[in-house]
């Protein structure tokens, strides 16, 4: 199986969905389920086996090249699982909706170009296939229309702003290296001459930290994940935005390579520096705002900012602990958000679309599955041990520890207890507490819902019980870009500076767990009473004003609000309308009389030669 | 005498180009716009002959024996403003053709008073 | 005020354009271009008239682009006034027994004048842009005079003009195919010079564009003055 | 033989600022038609007898004519 079928699969896939849905839709949910499990399998079938291919030879002069190797392999399984996972959930999800044609083929696309950027050996392919993946993005995006244009317009301007710099960037390294295949440029960049490198990792950065939403880029972020379908929020959490990450660990590892980032800049203000204090940053403000959101999406949005900043600051140091970190977060956080996402899409399905954390609540008798979903995924967001994201923040942690970065320790550990603080309100206001009346009769959680939440959920624990298996990828890749290996096992990592082992928590939890669980069973038993049987000084509580979900952390949001505006946001929009205002004047010289046009024309004329006969520049 | 040996031809083409101009400025009367761009194009085309002129040379035909090469007039721009006279009336009918829509659709020539026109 | 700032802008104008033509003697020596097609031209096309040959024989192809041009001004024409409601445009005037008995001799002689005149390009001065255009007027002459004529035979107009135009493509692209060098080749032989059967396809593509700007400019008239009886 | 040119040249701009000073539509047509015709004797002047025929049947004859035409589907004078 060559890399071009592959890719062949993927895009024809996509086409073949979209007609076969004009044919019949169930059809078309086959084709579509089909097509992307069949990918799964493709993709696994190239586990340890690098390939490398010609796409096709002599494009305006330069061959497009794919290649497979540790990295666009891990990257390549889990954007394929994902897809696959999401297009399953889409079957239930978006049964009521209109042109699903449209939308199962977006999906479809976006897959088959993240697909390519990952096996692209050289920059005009990865180019081409950021583009194609943007463009699809901003369609599906705007799918639900109204708002959601808005945010796909945001995204696609921000969006186009980074591939611009892109091009840039690779325009720069054509004319100066002749060549764009990625392995090539490699070793001629580390001879260049710093200034260059920073040049091309400042262009690079702006445009992959716009995918990444990196701090002062984020702002298409929220509305993004909001205003799209569901299942499709869950791909851009999972893997789409995590393209940043991937662009990042080429352009900073596969191109210039470490040690010329490690010596760029001096003192305080290094690159690497810069890019870890821009991590922490994005880590710590989104996850506050985070808990000021009412809306289940848009919470989990900017938790999806701020988890970014944590593979920023993985990455960023250049250490193989710190890139194991980096990368294995990557995969963790796509599997806990696409969970977490699912879980709020099944939610929102079964009370036809209401996401407001403040009218929602004791659903978790109605979905069992559901808050399974949710309370492993927030389990995960938080880091609780025996999940995978603690394992991949302890690496995180151990890193910034090791390279006696206190202050950066600190934001990551503000971060998390950020991230319980809201991501506990989130739990709480869907699942737990009170049911509100008229959600007491909900409709059931479909079979197509359940099964990729639970087996992300399964994913969530194996990880997080053995880790050794991710990590074992992981470690390839770090060999692939010349770090030293880590000593890894199925249960954790051993190193000279700490060891994790997971058996050894895994069974410390357990003992306690039973002792614990011994203790409730020998006490009193409890005695279930309804929600509304309370005392209120006799009178009969109103079951609708009582309903403690509402105004969760209201002192704490009187306290913070005026301080967690996202100012970038509002900064941007004020450039817009200056942008706007000043157009909006220019065009007023379209008078719409002749004789003004006239009057422009000859009085350029008699400036030029005016200024030509007085001074005579010309 | 010499000024007007030289300049004279020069001096009507630049005169008919500025009140063409001229009309086409300060007018608010779209007929009478096209009136002065017809001005401006028989300007143009006088000065583009003017300038193919040679002292003494004959017309570029050879008509009649004894018409030698090195005596004619420079057969380029004659053969340029041959085809822009042609297409001036066409894009001057063109342009007469909206006045007519104009007038039907607002009633009125000047184009200070057609307010839907603008921004 | 506008006035003002027009007149002073255009003084400015004319500064430059004194400051310039006092550099640019009149009727001096032609271009070097110029000198090619007047020292080459007779044995190159075959056309007496330079003029023709340079529109015609070096510069065929820009010819077919105006006439494109002059085509879709036509078009835009018809189409601009062709949404117009017909209404009547007040009474006309009779007119006077000479401009009706002038035009009954006098059209057929135009007619013919035009014809002489875009048969003989190559020849005399004149040529198929002229000729058409006095045909033309022909035609005014013809809208002044009678009052209840019937119009323009639209079918036979549009006849002509398209045979026009695409006797000129043809003959472009035959020439193309034979002499496989360049659009409008001269494929016919330039015949005995300074008699009417020589320069090979000019007189040939002449006489289509003195049918086809023929044709248009009485088609401008005509459309012009339809809606309003 | 100059003399006559200048003479004609200055009919020309005297018809041209007539067209551009009067206020009848139909007047300054007729001087913007003098203008052309004037043009046309120059281009003979100037040895170039194609122009010159091409001017004279075009300039004066037919653009006057779709002047006049269109002056009459719309208004004559100029407020």
């Not at chain 1, 900012?305 to 963790?332: K, P």
């Not at chain 4, 300054?28 to 001017?55: G, K, N, R, W, Y």
């Amino acid at each position: 199986m060559s890399l071009e079928i592959l890719l062949a699969i993927a895009y024809g896939g996509a086409f073949l969905t979209y007609f076969s849905g004009k044919i019949s839709q169930g059809l078309r949910d086959g084709a579509a389920v089909l097509l992307s499990l069949g990918t799964v399998l493709i993709v696994s079938s190239f586990y340890n086996v690098p390939a490398a291919s010609v796409l096709y030879e002599g494009f305006l002069g330069l061959s497009l090249v794919l290649r497979m190797n540790s990295l666009a392999w891990f990257f390549a399984i889990a954007i394929v699982s994902f897809n696959a996972l999401c297009v399953i959930y889409s079957l239930a999800y978006m049964k009521d909706r209109n042109e699903k044609d449209y939308y199962y083929f977006m999906l479809l696309l976006i897959n088959a170009a993240m697909l390519t950027i990952v096996l692209s050996g050289d920059l005009v392919t990865f180019f081409i296939a950021w583009e194609i993946m943007s463009w699809a993005t901003f369609l599906l995006i705007s799918y639900n229309r109204n708002g959601a244009l808005q945010a796909g317009i945001k995204y696609i301007v921000l969006s186009l702003i980074g591939s611009m710099c892109m091009l840039i960037g690779i325009l720069s390294v054509y004319t100066s290296f002749n060549t764009l295949n990625i392995s090539e440029l490699s070793g001629q960049l580390t001879t260049a001459s710093a200034g260059y490198k920073l040049f091309l990792l400042i262009i690079f950065s702006i445009t992959f930290g716009i995918k990444n939403a990196v701090m002062p880029l984020h702002t298409w972020l929220p509305d993004a994940y909001t205003e799209s379908p569901t299942p499709f929020s869950a791909v851009l959490s999972g893997m789409l935005t995590r393209m940043g990450v991937y662009g990042f660990l080429v352009i900073l590892f596969g191109i210039v390579g470490i040690k010329s980032v490690l010596t760029l800049g001096s003192g305080f203000i290094s690159y690497t520096k810069t890019m870890a204090w821009l991590g922490a940053i994005t880590i710590v403000i989104p996850t506050f705002i985070a808990m000021l959101q009412n809306d289940a999406k848009k919470l989990l949005a900017w938790h999806g900012i701020g988890q970014g900043g944590y593979m920023i600051l993985g990455i960023a140091f250049g250490t193989s602990l710190g890139m194991a970190g980096g990368i294995f977060h990557t995969l963790n956080h796509a599997i806990y958000i696409v969970l977490l996402f699912l879980s709020v899409g099944a939610v929102e399905y079964s009370t036809s679309g209401i996401r407001d954390l403040n009218s929602l609540g004791g659903l978790f008798k109605k979905m069992p599955i559901a808050f399974l979903g949710g309370f492993l995924g927030i389990s995960g967001l938080i880091g609780v041990p025996l999940t995978n994201g603690f394992v991949s923040k302890w690496l995180i942690y151990k890193t910034l520890i090791l390279e006696n970065a206190p202050f950066l320790a600190f934001a990551a550990l503000l971060g998390t207890w950020g991230t319980i603080l809201s991501v506990y309100k989130f739990l709480h206001n869907l699942y737990l507490g009170q049911i509100p009346e008229k959600h007491k009769n909900i409709k059931k959680t479909p079979l197509a819902m359940q099964v990729p939440i639970v087996i992300l959920s399964f994913a969530i624990i194996l990880f997080g019980i053995m880790p050794g298996l991710p990590l074992k990828v992981i470690n390839s890749i770090n060999v692939a870009f010349g770090f030293s290996p880590l000593d890894v096992n199925l249960w954790g990592v051993v190193s000279e500076a700490g060891t994790l082992n997971m058996l050894n928590i895994f069974t410390a939890l357990i003992v306690f767990g039973a002792i614990v669980w011994g203790i409730f069973r020998i006490s009193r038993p409890a005695t279930l009473t309804d929600q509304y049987d309370n005392y209120a000084a006799g009178a009969a509580i109103p079951k609708d004003k009582y309903h403690y979900t509402v105004e969760y952390y209201a002192p704490f949001y009187r306290m913070v609000k005026p301080f967690l505006k996202d100012i970038f946001d509002l900064l941007y929009q004020k450039v817009a309308r200056a942008n706007d205002f000043l157009c909006d004047n220019i065009r007023k010289i379209y008078t719409g009389y002749v004789g003004n046009y006239v009057m422009y024309i000859v009085f350029f004329m008699a400036f030029l030669i005016f200024i030509q006969l007085k001074w005579s520049v010309f | 005498m010499s000024f007007l040996q030289n300049y004279a031809y020069y001096t009507g083409a630049f005169g008919l180009i500025l009140i063409g101009l001229f009309i086409m400025m300060t007018k608010r009367n779209y007929i009478k716009i096209i009136i002065g761009l017809s001005i401006l194009e028989t300007g143009v085309n006088l000065f583009l002959i003017a300038v193919g002129y040679i002292s003494g040379g004959t017309a570029p035909i050879f008509s009649r024996s004894g018409i030698t090469a090195e005596k004619m007039v420079d057969p380029v721009p004659q053969a340029l403003v041959l085809t822009a006279i042609v297409i001036g009336v066409a894009v001057l009918g063109m342009a007469l053709a909206l006045a007519i829509r104009l007038h039907k659709h607002f009633g009125t020539l000047n184009l200070l008073e057609i307010r839907e026109q603008r921004w | 005020m506008k006035k003002g700032v027009s007149i002073i802008l255009l003084l400015i104008l004319l500064w430059g354009v004194v400051a310039a033509l006092s550099e640019m003697p009149f009727g001096k020596a032609k271009l070097e271009v110029a000198g090619h097609y007047t020292d080459y031209g007779k044995e190159d096309t075959g056309a007496a008239n330079i003029v023709t040959s340079v529109v015609l024989g070096y510069r065929g192809f820009d010819t077919l682009g105006e006439v494109t041009v002059l085509f879709l001004a036509c078009i835009g024409l018809a189409v601009v006034l062709s949404t117009l409601k017909k209404q009547g445009c007040g009474a006309r005037q009779t007119p006077s027994l000479i401009l009706n008995t002038g035009f009954r001799f006098l059209f057929p002689l135009i007619l013919l004048f035009g014809t002489y005149v875009f048969m003989h390009g190559h020849l005399s001065p004149g040529g198929g842009f002229q000729g058409g255009a006095v045909i033309a007027s022909g035609f005014v002459l013809m809208y002044l005079s009678v009052p209840k004529i019937k119009r323009l035979n639209h079918f036979v107009s549009t006849l002509f003009e398209s045979v026009g135009g695409l006797i000129f493509l043809v003959i472009g692209l035959i020439g193309l195919k034979l002499g496989s060098q360049y659009f409008l080749n001269n494929f016919l032989p330039n015949g005995e010079f300074n008699t009417l059967l020589s320069a090979g396809i000019i007189p040939v593509i002449y006489i289509a564009i003195g049918f086809k700007v023929g044709s248009e400019l009485s088609k401008i008239i005509d459309v012009l003055l339809e809606e309003s009886e | 033989m100059i003399i006559i040119v200048s003479v004609l040249i200055i009919i020309m701009l005297a018809a041209a600022v007539a067209a551009c000073i009067f206020k009848d539509l139909l007047s300054a047509t007729i001087a913007s038609c003098m203008v052309s015709l004037i043009a046309a004797v120059l281009f003979f002047f100037l040895q170039a007898p194609d122009v010159a025929m091409a001017e004279a049947s075009i300039g004066a004859a037919l653009v006057t004519a779709v002047f006049v035409i269109a002056i009459r589907r719309t208004r004559r004078y100029e407020e």
